[in-house]
């Protein structure tokens, strides 16, 4: 639905409606800049995440071979197997919360990003249709 521009009567409403909507597309702008944050901290968070999942995949594979050395006494297999347990929660923990942020979490974020996109779009026209409307009318 587009604006009705001949409820605009003069240059003085027209100056008024504006400032308004100008306003309403910083806002608008403003909220697609902290999207685009949004966006980054998260890109920088997968990649912390691998590699803290890189990190840990080390560490498993170094309490696996401690833990398949020969000539363990039971107590140093009990706490080798324990380490080597604690390190797989550890990276089932890492996986987990890596799945969190890139599951629907991160689509209604874009969902979101294509609401203000779209608002943004709308609200140039808008003062493209003031500007016109303007032109229309006598001082």
Not at 51 to 68: C, F, G, T
Not at 95 to 121: C, H, I, M, P, Y
């Amino acid at each position: 639905m587009n604006p009705d521009y001949s409820l605009l009567t003069t240059w003085a409403q027209c100056d008024a409606a504006t400032a308004d909507v100008t306003f309403e597309l910083k806002t608008f702008t403003h909220a697609d800049s902290g999207l685009d944050l949004a966006d980054d901290r998260a890109a920088r968070s997968q990649a912390s995440a691998a590699a803290a999942l890189a990190k840990k995949d080390k560490e498993i594979a170094a309490a696996e071979r401690d833990a398949a050395a020969p000539g363990l006494t039971p107590e140093e297999q009990e706490d080798a197997d324990d380490a080597l347990d604690l390190l797989r929660l550890q990276r089932k923990k890492i996986v987990k919360n890596n799945r969190a942020n890139v599951g629907t979490e991160r689509f209604l974020g874009s969902v979101d990003a294509g609401q203000v996109q779209t608002q943004v779009d709308y609200l140039n026209t808008v003062l493209a249709g003031i500007a016109a409307h303007r032109d229309t009318l006598s001082a």
